[in-house]
């Protein structure tokens, strides 16, 4: 006599296998999420007296925007090294996401 179907199934593969799969989909969903192109929108500010850098990104980050990553890469685009001595007059750049027409 067979044994029940449910004693037969090799669940140690199934699980494995299990796994394996939600592991590629995983891996392939990171690499088209990196890889997927995003529109930048660039805007120029000119820094005037008593402006901070927090403030002056602020003005264009939007509420969806992290703002602690978006100064830290304004910093880096710019080479802004002491983003507390901004010198008035200075144009800096900011590159943010398109956002999405509704």
Not at 65 to 77: A, G, P
Request: charged fraction near 25%; charge should be positive.
């Amino acid at each position: 006599m067979k044994k029940p179907l449910l004693q037969r199934i090799k669940w140690t593969k199934i699980g494995a296998i299990l796994c394996i799969a939600l592991a590629a989909g995983a891996i392939g969903y990171g690499y088209y999420r990196d890889t997927a192109e995003t529109s930048l929108v660039e805007y120029h500010r000119t820094i005037e007296a008593g402006d901070t850098l927090w403030g002056v990104v602020g003005q264009v980050a939007t509420d969806k925007v992290d703002m602690c990553k978006l100064t830290w890469q304004v910093m880096k685009d710019n080479k802004i090294e002491d983003p507390g001595n901004l010198q008035p007059g200075a144009v800096i750049v900011i590159r943010v996401k398109e956002a999405r027409a509704l």
